[in-house]
Each structure stands twice: as structure tokens, then as C-alpha cells.
């Protein structure tokens, strides 16, 4: 029960890490990009590739098919958005896709490790987070406790190359894309009711 509230508590502090992190990357790191942001879907495109250079440590742009091992207790966190197993954000790829969609591209583009991130793909959509994370340490060199930092975490040999091409299936990267919209009009949805209880105005002004 301590190990899981404790993975649990490294979750949240990750997610409120991301927003800071992002924010401060928009003001300041990455400020002629929204320097140069004169509509609300330019806004949407900085802010969305701000939070992918964050996820990925990446300073040049987002890539959809980056993958991420256990180091910090989520198990393995894939794509453009280092959608995680533990805290189940990866659920809503698979979701998007459909289980079909979901086993035919696993089997299509992982023939050797496909067989493990099928399992831990229906823990997932099961909303079996846990067992979902504690299955993909199969395919990583971290014991089930996991959570050793980057210096201690390796994918198996052939693991992320795999694990790449599954990322990049047209079915897989459309849904990536519209679960990036869907974040980004969740957002601007806020922002704009913001602006018309506080300043009464028809859209928010960044």
C-alpha cells in the first residue's frame, strides 16, 4: 500500500512539474514562438509544442514516437506526450483506437515484443494501471519496484525500436494527434470562459 501510494504521490508531483515546467518554457525559453502568436490555433500549435519539448527533453521539436522506460515509476511513457502506463493516460490512446485496431497494429509492427504490450495494452483499457506498468518492466531491465532514475532504467534489446514503428502507424499517430486536440481545446475552453467571466470578452488574449 506504501509503494503504491508513493507511486501515486510521483505522479502528481510529475503532472504539476509539467505545468510549471511549461509554463515557465512559454515565458521564457520558448518566448519568440509565442512572441509570434497572433491567433488562438497559434497559440494552440506553441503551447502544444512547448509541452513536447518538456515531455521529451527535447529542445528542437516533438517527436511521436519517443519512448521513455520506468525511471520514474509510470512504467513506460510513449509519444509525443509521454503518455504514461501507471497514472493510465496511455488508456486513451488505446481507447481512441479500439481493442481490433489496437492488437492489429501491435501485431503488425511488434513481432517480437508484441506479445507483452498486448498484455499491458489490455490492462490498460481494463483501467488495471498497476498491473498494466508492472507488465511493461518485461520489456525493461528495472526490477518490479522500478523507479531507479534514467541511469537506471534500459529497454530491452529490439524493445524501442518496435516500439517506435507502433508509434508512428497512421492509426497511432492520428490518435495521438486528436488526443493532443482534445487536451489543447479542453484548454482553450477554460481559457476562454476565463475571459468572459473576468473581462467580459468574447476570447481570451494571451
Given amino acids: ?43 494552440r500549435r506553441a503551447a502544444d509544442r512547448v509541452i513536447a519539448i518538456y515531455e521529451q527533453s527535447n529542445v528542437v521539436e516533438k517527436a511521436y514516437d519517443a519512448v521513455t522506460g520506468d525511471f520514474d515509476c509510470q512504467g513506460l511513457s510513449l509519444g509525443s506526450k509521454q503518455w504514461p502506463f501507471q497514472n493510465g493516460s496511455i488508456r ?34 481494463a483501467r488495471r494501471h498497476g498491473q498494466a506498468r508492472r507488465i511493461t518492466l518485461e520489456l525493461q531491465s528495472v526490477s518490479a519496484t522500478g523507479c531507479q ?31 493532443e486536440r482534445r487536451i489543447s481545446d479542453r484548454a482553450i475552453a477554460i481559457a476562454s470562459c476565463w475571459a468572459r467571466r473576468i473581462r467580459d470578452a468574447d476570447a481570451p488574449r494571451f
Fill in 92 to 125: 486513451r490512446i488505446f481507447a481512441r483506437l479500439g481493442a481490433e485496431t489496437t492488437a492489429r497494429t501491435i501485431r503488425e509492427a511488434m513481432p517480437a515484443h508484441g506479445a507483452v504490450f498486448q498484455r499491458a495494452a489490455d490492462a490498460s483499457l
Fill in 149 to 179: 532514475g534514467p541511469q537506471g532504467v534500459s529497454l530491452r534489446p529490439g524493445v524501442a525500436a518496435e516500439l517506435q514503428s507502433w508509434l508512428l502507424t497512421p492509426e497511432v499517430l492520428a490518435a495521438q494527434q486528436a488526443e
Fill in 1 to 43: 500500500m506504501q509503494n503504491r501510494d508513493a507511486t501515486v504521490r510521483m505522479g502528481r508531483r510529475r503532472m504539476m512539474a509539467r505545468i510549471c515546467v511549461a509554463a515557465f518554457a512559454a515565458a521564457c525559453a520558448l518566448y519568440p514562438i509565442a512572441a509570434a502568436a497572433d491567433t488562438l490555433e497559434d497559440w
